[in-house]
């Protein structure tokens, strides 16, 4: 891999095309054991940041869209603090890209197609699966993904109104290329009318 790092004169002018050029050779990373994984943070309604990771499954100029539990933690934060942070940290290019924005919840049609297209064994669980709230063993959860099971037959399973979509609408990209004696590169571009400002910022 080429280490001349992320210069003004290779860096895109779109945010969204330097996102492509750097996740497509993550893709390609063969070792990378889960390169659409991102930790997704957010504010609980007290003020309490938290994180997880989250899978991108779409993203375009719209946004980055992941599924999750519209119950749980970091859905119900999003509620009331709907700006949220995302973080890539790609090992094997030795990059990181954070993406601040606010979420939105996806139009239920579009969360509907993407249910659609899950395995059978992930629709049930999005059934059974109380996300964030407490267990009290995981036979408890393997009773209740045996009596769904059983209930939905054979029929297709509709979508839980409980899960779904966002999409997080970036308003900031900021692209770490790392560098030699810790001199990373960072480039940072902040949504302005409808173009972008871009900054360099000291590693
Ligand atoms: C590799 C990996 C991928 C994950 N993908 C998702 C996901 O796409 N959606 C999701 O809701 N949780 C996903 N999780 C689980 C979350 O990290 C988290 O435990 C769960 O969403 C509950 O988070 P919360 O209580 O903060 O809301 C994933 C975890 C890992 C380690």
Known sequence: MSREGLTEDNLARDPFEQFRRWWDEAQAKSQMLEPTGMILST???DGQPASRVVL????????FVFYSNYRSRKARGLEAEPRASL???WDKLRRQIRIDGEAK??????SDA??????????IGA??????????SRETLARRVEELDAEFGDGPIPRPPH?????LVPNEFEFW???AHRLHDRLVFRRDGSGWTIERLYP
């Not at 919840?105 to 579009?110: D, F, H, S, V, W």
């Not at 059934?127 to 009290?136: E, G, N």
């Open 43 to 45: 504010v609980d309604p």
């Open 56 to 63: 991108l499954k779409h993203w375009d100029n719209r946004g």
């Open 87 to 89: 973080l890539f940290w």
């Open 105 to 110: 919840k996806l139009a239920a049609r579009e």
């Open 114 to 123: 993407y249910f659609a297209t899950r395995p059978r064994g992930s629709q």
């Open 127 to 136: 059934w059974a699966s109380m996300q964030s709230q407490p267990l009290d």
């Open 163 to 167: 899960w779904g979509g966002f999409r």
């Open 177 to 179: 290329d790392d560098g």
